[in-house]
């Protein structure tokens, strides 16, 4: 054994020093024998303990500077040359020097013999990489549960007897499990979320080694919650393993958690798929019974699918045939003394049917559906077009070769982020590598740089741009699972019938509202995908963010891309200040905006859920049912991360809630166009550099300018203050200018869009009640000029008065006649009514 290996540094070399006394030192300087004869010296001791200090300090100059190679290659450093290192420059050649450099030598020839007979595996296809090791069988803390760990019979019979097994007492609160989502801690919350995520893509061992991870430390295991463990549960029930499901219902026990309705669902779900005996899952309803668990509220307070239940009562009917499942009961009616005279009409309720036949309402239902399963709409700009010139077609072209080059840096990225966020799964740490996997690589790539071509030149909050992000990440997420498990193909088939209630030339048996109407055509229940957590929104968006950050470069001179190697990033950290408190920004490069500006691509891109619908929303049924045919939609406005108003309207009595989801139908259900004329107008005027006397704001190039850009240094101090305060006054207005005028853009490119549709905008409401168009860029709550874009698409008479009140709100708009009646105000628009037809037919005269 080499010296090198016996032991490391100064101290192991001086456990090889021989007992009987100092190593000497040649009249040369060389260190002579390690365990040599004593040999006479004229040297007195205080040298040969000053020579020997040097020797040890040759030594451990040697082991650092080996340290340092061998950092330098396990890092891959390709710019640092490092040189090797002779032994005999550092100390003089002696017998134990010669040895070292001879086992390195050999160490080095091993090494390479052993990649050589690695690669000639790999070649012959014999090496097989073997899978990281995952935990499964937990560390229990109770002796009497962890005799359940080395079973005398099979699985299947150790499943009942854990279930009758006492949960093991603690002497801290066992009832610890906080009962909604609202009361769980960040931490909590983001475990939580990470159970789900991986059983919705297929990483269940992982998420089953986390869950050991955390029981396993009493520190962590204070964070699992029941739901947590029935998570996990849940997802082995569902692939029929039983050793694992028991394995964490072991840990259920060992937590001095009680199982519920779910835990017992999971169960007999995994007996139901093995088809066990009568005898086993008659002992686990047995347990059930015991605990005070009714049989029926398996299939009534469990969210399970329809396959799962069906599995579940397979079990059920060995032990009892005759079971079946409890009656739907009949629809409830609303019993609100506010209601009355709607709900209990006697008779079929006459509902308003839409204009449009029903091959009509079923190619356009055709339309949306595309549009949300792309999940984007890409909408031709109003923005007056550049000329294509040879400067503009240059920039677009370098532009889609940087987004080529883009998308695959993206990729690559995002592959090396999910495996080190895969690593930290492995160490028990939780990671975001099963939210990474829910999408495409290509697919996510794609999303963040439509993200980056719709970044402003001032740059964008980072926490709003990580909350947009991963919105739009948990979108697709939901438009891709519906698409996966069939609910496509179902959504299609009831749609269709919900046709024949609105088309104008059907009629249907009994009619009724929407929402009835819906319910009696038993269409199945939407996924209740509820919002990742807010903790989990931001750190996922945030991850996004950076990776975005990271791949997306360019070369530093644009104009000569191939002369210049040096790259610079595209998207930088700064800081700004909003409302005196600072707060981080993402900014492009100042490049990057001038070649996005130059190419003036003509189209603009966005999510399905901000434009408006090409077909009648869905009838609110429930909470978390409506609006848009595929992309989530809440009932209920709420600020971002908060869980109480969803969790309340959940519980709420389904009766209760009749009134305002009638109301959010119906008023969803009001077909809208554009009014061409009026467009046309407002266009005109928009490419025209604006008109702000009208509500059509005007480019930022407009913006006022300091009268003095600079002063000389004699100015007087008051003098350059208020230069200052100019400069600030003008800065601003051209923030305001330039925000109105991309708000302008997407509505008019929306009403350009949409010039020659029917379109619908589903609503929801806010806590108060009050209710909003979904569609947030394009509708008709804003300023009189968006109103004014908007006309009803199937007209309807004014009625006997209607056109007095149009002519006293015409007056009202003026604000001539503020103080005086209504009468007199209408006595005013007849007198000036030749100016209001003039006005009207030359309307920009």
């Known amino acids: 054994m080499s010296v090198l290996w016996w032991g490391r540094g100064a101290a192991g070399f001086r456990r090889a020093l021989p007992p009987c006394g100092p190593a000497l030192v040649s009249p040369a300087g060389t260190l002579g024998g390690v365990c040599g004869p004593r040999r006479s010296s004229s040297a007195n001791p205080q040298e040969q303990d000053q020579d020997r200090r040097k020797d040890w300090g040759h030594v451990e100059l040697l082991e650092v500077l080996q340290a340092r190679v061998r950092q330098l290659q396990a890092e891959s450093v390709s710019e640092v040359v490092v040189d090797r290192v002779d032994v005999a420059r550092l100390v003089p050649c002696s017998g134990w ?99 789900k995520c991986c059983l919705l893509t297929d990483h269940l061992p ?24 029935n998570t996990v549960m849940l997802g082995w029930a569902r692939q029929g393993a039983f050793k694992e499901l028991v394995y964490v219902l072991l840990m259920v026990k060992d937590a001095g958690l009680t199982p519920d309705l779910l835990s017992y669902a999971a169960a007999l779900q995994c007996l139901g798929r093995q088809d066990q005996d009568a005898g086993t899952i008659e002992r686990c309803l047995e347990q059930m019974s015991q605990e005070g668990l009714e049989l029926q509220a398996l299939f009534t307070a469990v969210p399970l699918s329809e396959e799962e239940q069906a599995t579940v009562l397979k079990a059920v009917h060995k032990v009892k045939p005759t079971f079946s499942l409890p009656r739907q009961p009949p629809p409830a009616v609303n019993t609100s003394k506010l209601l009355r005279d709607v709900y209990a009409k006697d008779g079929p309720v006459s509902y308003p049917k839409l204009h449009l036949p029903l091959k009509t309402l079923q190619s356009l239902f055709e339309k949306q559906l595309c549009v949300e399963l792309a999940s984007k709409v890409c909408v031709v700009s109003v923005e007056k077009p550049a000329l294509p010139s040879k400067e503009v077609m240059h920039a677009r072209k370098t532009l889609q070769t940087l987004r080529d080059h883009w998308e695959r840096a993206l990729c690559r990225v995002l592959q090396e982020t999910k495996n080190r966020l895969e690593g930290e799964v492995h160490k028990g740490r939780f990671s975001l590598y099963p939210f990474l996997c829910l999408l495409d690589e290509r697919e996510v790539a794609r999303m963040l740089l439509e993200v980056l071509q719709g970044l402003p030149a001032p740059g964008e909050s980072f926490t709003t741009l990580a909350r947009e992000l991963s ?61 990742w957590p807010l903790p989990v929104q931001m750190e996922l968006g945030k991850q996004l963010a950076e990776m975005l950050v990271q791949a997306t470069q360019m070369p530093s001179s644009l104009n000569n891309p191939h002369g210049s190697s040096r790259l610079v990033p595209v998207l930088y950290h700064v800081y700004s200040f909003r409302n005196v408190q600072q707060i981080g920004v993402l900014k492009p490069h100042p490049a990057y905006v001038q070649l996005r500006e130059t190419a003036a691509e003509p189209t603009l891109t966005f999510e399905a859920v901000d434009v408006p619908m090409l077909c009648p929303p869905l009838p609110w049924t429930s909470p978390h049912t409506g609006g848009f045919l595929l992309s989530p939609t809440k009932l209920m406005r709420t600020v ?83 230069l200052r305060r100019e400069l600030a006054r003008c800065q601003k207005v051209a923030r305001e200018m330039h925000s109105l005028r991309a ?13 020659d549709c029917v379109f619908w905008l589903p609503h929801n409401m806010d806590f108060r009640g009050r209710t909003y168009p979904c569609p947030p860029h394009f509708n008709h709550l804003g300023s009189d000029v968006a109103r004014a874009l908007l006309e009803f698409a199937q007209g ?49 005269t």
């Open 97 to 195: 020097a010669q040895r070292l450099e001879k086992d390195q030598w050999v160490q080095r020839m091993r090494i390479q013999q052993l990649k050589a007979n690695l690669q000639m595996q790999v070649q012959s296809g014999e090496f097989k990489v073997l899978p990281k090791h995952l935990q499964v069988k937990p560390q229990l803390l109770s002796k009497q549960l962890a005799m359940f760990l080395a079973p005398e019979s099979s699985w299947e019979e150790q499943l009942p007897r854990v279930l009758q097994e006492a949960p093991r007492k603690l002497s801290l609160d066992v009832g610890r499990a906080p009962s909604t989502q609202a009361q769980l801690s960040g931490q909590q919350q983001k475990l939580l979320a990470f159970f």
């Open 206 to 229: 992982l998420a089953h080694h986390l869950l050991v991870t955390h029981h396993s430390q009493r520190k962590k295991q204070k964070l699992l919650t029941l739901d947590m463990y």
């Open 743 to 755: 708000e302008a853009l997407y509505r008019f490119s929306l009403a350009q869009h949409l010039r």
């Open 796 to 844: 309807r008479p004014l009625g006997p008065h209607g056109l007095d009140w149009l002519k006293i709100h015409l007056v009202n708009l003026t604000g001539f006649k503020k103080r005086e009646p209504l009468r007199k105000r209408l006595a005013f628009a007849e007198e000036v009514m030749d100016e209001i037809l003039d006005s009207a037919d030359q309307p920009m």
């Open 640 to 722: 971002e991360g908060a869980t109480q108003h969803q969790e309340l309207l959940e519980t709420c009595p389904p009766t209760a809630l009749h009134g305002a989801l009638d109301a959010l139908t119906q008023l969803g259900n009001c077909a809208w166009r554009v009014n061409g004329r009026v467009l046309d107008l407002v266009l005109q005027l928009f490419q025209a550099k604006g008109c702000p006397e009208l509500g059509v704001p005007a480019p930022p190039s407009e913006a006022p300018q300091p009268a003095e850009a600079h002063l000389p240094h004699s100015a007087a101090p008051a003098r350059k203050a208020e």
């Open 471 to 531: 919105a739009r990440t948990f979108s697709r997420h939901v438009v891709q699972r519906q698409q996966l498990s069939g609910q496509v193909q179902a959504l299609e088939t009831y749609y269709r019938k919900y046709l024949h209630l609105l088309a104008s030339d059907t009629k249907v048996p009994n009619p009724c509202l929407p929402r009835q109407y819906w319910e009696v055509l038993g269409a199945p229940e939407a996924l209740r995908e509820q919002p």
